[in-house]
């Protein structure tokens, strides 16, 4: 599939000019989907971008249950950065997420 070039303004302020505006190139292909080589992930705890370079860094398929506590086919998806594992609060911080997002899901 073809890909085109397509740039992204910045909403501007006030105090901004208009000849200033800047923006992000992407990829995105016919079908108008992301098609960028790399896509940075950001920690779920933190909210700090996980870098290409972050070899402690992991992801968690958490999976979804049902009243019985069998499988739905469905799952969350928890980044956690290497910082935040090397100072001990992945653990409580995916405890804290789980149950943030178990709420929300009614479970």
């Excluded at 923006?23 to 992301?34: A, H, K, V």
């Excluded at 992930?41 to 992801?59: E, F, M, T, V, Y």
């Excluded at 739905?72 to 943030?100: P, Y």
Aim: net charge negative; charged share 30%; glycine share 10%.
């Amino acid at each position: 599939s073809r890909s085109t070039w397509a740039r992204r303004a910045r909403h501007t302020t006030d105090d901004e000019s208009d000849d200033e505006e800047e923006g992000r190139s992407i990829m995105i292909n016919e079908e108008g989907q992301n098609v960028d080589l790399y896509i940075p992930r950001k920690c779920s705890w933190s909210n700090r971008l996980i870098g290409a370079k972050d070899h402690a860094a992991i992801q968690i398929n958490v999976g979804h249950l049902d009243d019985k506590g069998v499988y739905t086919g469905k799952f969350s998806t928890f980044a956690i950065g290497g910082a935040v594992r090397h100072r001990g609060e992945s653990d409580s911080g995916l405890d804290h997420l789980w149950q943030k997002k178990k709420a929300d899901l009614g479970q």
